[in-house]
């Protein structure tokens, strides 16, 4: 099994907020999950990038 199931959330790594720079929180464990930036009204996901909701 190569899936790093056991990495913990405190590896140095959270989601940002692309326009202001906040700090959302950690990564979130699905793919697919967004957070929001409550300043920008703006929708972020894991990889920092601003998603506009469809
Ligand atoms: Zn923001």
């Excluded at 140095?12 to 326009?19: D, E, H, K, L, N």
């Excluded at 700090?23 to 703006?42: E, S």
Aim: proline share 7%; aromatic share 4%.
């Amino acid at each position: 099994m190569l899936a790093k199931r056991d990495v913990k959330e405190a590896d140095g790594q959270g989601v940002t907020c692309p326009r202001c720079g906040a700090y959302l929180g950690p990564r979130q464990p699905l793919p697919h999950a967004l957070v929001k930036c409550l300043k920008c009204k703006l929708w972020v996901d894991n990889d920092g990038n601003e998603k506009r909701r469809a």
